[in-house]
């Protein structure tokens, strides 16, 4: 029981260490200038599922932090983790974006996270912390919160903040959001994802999260396409390290 004890505790100072360590050397990211959706500037050309351990999930997550900004490593399922890794053109430069769809064990949220290998219009990591609610007769999926570049935006309301960066002042950009997705729109925009996204249009609940996952991971550009509603909000470079 002893040497247990001790083992966790070693995981748990090495944990705490990667990340002090990760978060001590975070490159500054370019600045993010107007409203950006990287999603609807560039063009999907191959992707790839990644099969990823779960060692391998938990010591990436532990190291990302725009991921901390929305969860802890030990509130995720890794059972459900999907890893999709994608190659997209960016004003004619071919650019890897990582794409995770990672449940929480609460069964209610998922965090979508994409990491692009170079900023595409300034945005490096961008994730997405979304709610979904199967308790209605019509299944919602609702953006509680966001990041870019490690800077966190709550969004519990769907917010029309700001049309532009000058509405936000010298140190801030505005960043769109979607407030709330239309899944028979993602069903329909990714084939892949048709089956989970049916069974939870028909009132499987449990397949929800599984259509939010591989419409997210494997279809990400169906984000932008399929929004029913989006809002915007006023983000602050100025505290960026």
């Known amino acids: 029981m002893r040497r247990r004890a001790l083992l966790a505790m070693f995981v748990a100072l090495l944990v705490v260490g990667a990340y002090g360590a990760y978060v001590f050397s975070y490159p500054k990211y370019p600045e993010v200038k107007g409203c950006v959706n990287p ?7 191959s992707r790839t599922p990644e ?6 999930v938990f010591f990436k997550l532990t190291t990302t932090r725009d991921f901390w900004k929305m969860a802890r490593p030990w509130d995720v399922d890794y059972s459900h983790v999907k890893v999709v890794k994608h190659t997209i053109e960016y004003n004619g430069d071919k650019v890897t974006m990582l794409a995770m769809g990672i449940p929480l064990n609460d069964k209610k949220h998922v965090i ?16 997405y912390l979304l709610e979904i609610d199967t ?30 960066d000058s509405d936000c002042g010298e140190f801030a950009s505005c960043e769109p959001y979607c407030c709330n997705h239309n899944l028979r729109c993602l069903a329909g925009c990714c084939g892949w994802c048709f089956i989970p996204c049916t069974l939870c249009l028909a009132g499987n609940g449990a397949s929800c999260a599984e259509c939010v996952l591989c ?18 909000s006023c983000v602050d470079w100025g505290d960026m390290p």
Not at 215 to 232: K, M, R
Request: with cysteine.
């Open 215 to 232: 419409a997210l991971t494997w279809c990400p550009a169906c984000d932008a396409i399929c929004c029913d509603e989006e809002g915007s």
């Open 112 to 127: 979508a996270l994409y990491e692009f290998s170079k900023p595409v219009q300034g945005v490096k990591i961008r994730s």
């Open 51 to 56: 099969n990823w351990s779960k060692v391998h």
């Open 135 to 164: 308790q209605k007769s019509k299944p919602m999926i609702k953006t509680l919160a966001m990041t870019t570049n490690g800077e966190y935006t709550a969004t519990n309301d769907c917010t029309h903040e700001c049309n532009s």
């Open 39 to 45: 999603f609807a500037v560039t063009k999907p050309v």
